[in-house]
């Protein structure tokens, strides 16, 4: 994948569900607007649907109008903690959901 910024090949070339959790989680959030379409594409392509729904909360939380106290609404924040917290569980191997996509 030759057309990709080094930080997006890294999870193009990401061998698990695991590794991919890991880079969503360290990945800066500005690459993750930047690039949500390549992002999301790639996790597709995984099979990672774990991935994908904590994705979409962090989309969703970075593109969410705030209040005057400067936070999304907290439906939005609480939703993202939640997606954030099964995705922590899977980078640290924890997770055994969609494993065998990873392997195909």
Do not use: C
């Not at 392509?45 to 962090?58: K, P, V």
């Not at 705030?66 to 903690?81: Q, V």
């Amino acid at each position: 994948m030759t057309q990709l910024l080094p930080i997006i090949e890294e999870l193009a070339d990401a061998p698990d569900h695991a590794a991919r959790a890991r880079w969503l989680l360290e990945a800066p959030l500005a690459v993750i607007i930047r690039d949500q379409v390549t992002i999301h594409r790639l996790l597709s392509a995984a099979g990672f649907h774990e991935g994908l729904g904590y994705f979409a909360a962090e989309i969703a939380a970075l593109s969410a109008m705030r209040g005057r106290d400067g936070l999304a609404p907290s439906t939005i924040r609480m939703t993202r903690e939640y997606a954030r917290i099964g995705i922590q569980i899977i980078a640290r191997g924890g997770a055994e959901e969609g494993k065998h996509a990873a392997a195909g």
